[in-house]
């Protein structure tokens, strides 16, 4: 078992729906949860970083965390075309010196 | 946040030959790491690079094929040592900072 599960889509959706994004993971020892947006041959951009469960909000991005049950979501609101990328989750035990867990990454492509 | 500046941006190579990718950091960090991606894939960690100290290498990653040189807390360097048609990938270097990663733009790299 994998310790960060993604769902690799791709997902379709057409413009202005809610488009939610999900990543399980098995070590419960995560504390810190990203989500990064990739567009095709560019490097991964950082969208949202939460720590422990809750949720936080940046405009139409809204990430949750569910540690109860070692699920993590992206919920995007009113999707763009320019929302069409490639979304990674990934985790981290704490802020010291450990490498990050990505997931495999949900492709999203958002039809105007 | 880090800004993180990558060359060559894509490069095609000859089998055989090596290729040098260089990372700039806009500001000091302790630790930085180099990651592929394959077409379609997530993120696998390659190696961390520490200044002053020699590189750690994931499994299934050695030095051979993929020396490391960390000469300052601003730079780094990745090989691709006599590159075969399997080395095509994207390489990105990464930095971390409070827990999360910044990456830069990557390096598309073909071997032919």
């Known amino acids: 078992q994998k310790e960060v599960e993604q769902d690799p889509g791709p997902l379709s959706v057409p413009e202005g729906a809610i488009v939610s994004l999900n990543c399980t993971y098995s070590?419960?020892?995560?504390?810190?949860f990203m989500w990064y947006r990739q567009y095709s041959r560019k490097g991964p951009e950082l969208l949202m970083y939460?720590?422990?469960?809750g949720n936080k909000e940046d405009g139409r991005f809204t990430a949750q965390v569910d540690k109860s049950s070692k699920y993590i979501s992206l919920f995007i609101r009113d999707s763009q075309p320019s929302d069409s990328a490639t979304y990674l989750c990934?985790?981290?035990?704490?802020?010291?010196?450990?490498?990050?867990?990505f997931g495999t990454g949900t492709r999203l492509l958002v039809s105007p | 946040s880090a800004v993180i500046s990558q060359k060559p941006s894509r490069d095609i190579c000859q089998r055989g030959t090596s290729l040098t990718i260089q990372c700039q950091v806009d500001s000091q960090v302790t630790m930085m790491f180099w990651y592929r991606q394959q077409p379609g894939q997530s993120l696998t960690l390659i190696a961390t690079?520490?200044?002053?100290?020699?590189?750690?290498?994931e499994s299934g990653f050695v030095i051979d094929k993929f020396p490391i040189s960390r000469p300052n807390l601003t730079f780094s360097t990745l090989t691709v040592s006599n590159m075969s048609p399997e080395d095509s990938s994207i390489y990105l270097c990464?930095?971390?900072?409070?827990?999360?990663?910044?990456f830069g733009q990557g390096t598309r790299l073909t071997v032919v």
């Open positions: 070590n419960s020892a995560f504390q810190y």
């Open positions: 990464s930095s971390l900072g409070a827990g999360v990663a910044f």
């Open positions: 990934a985790m981290n035990m704490n802020t010291g010196f450990q490498k990050l867990v």
């Open positions: 690079a520490n200044q002053g100290s020699e590189a750690t290498y």
């Open positions: 939460t720590y422990s469960s």
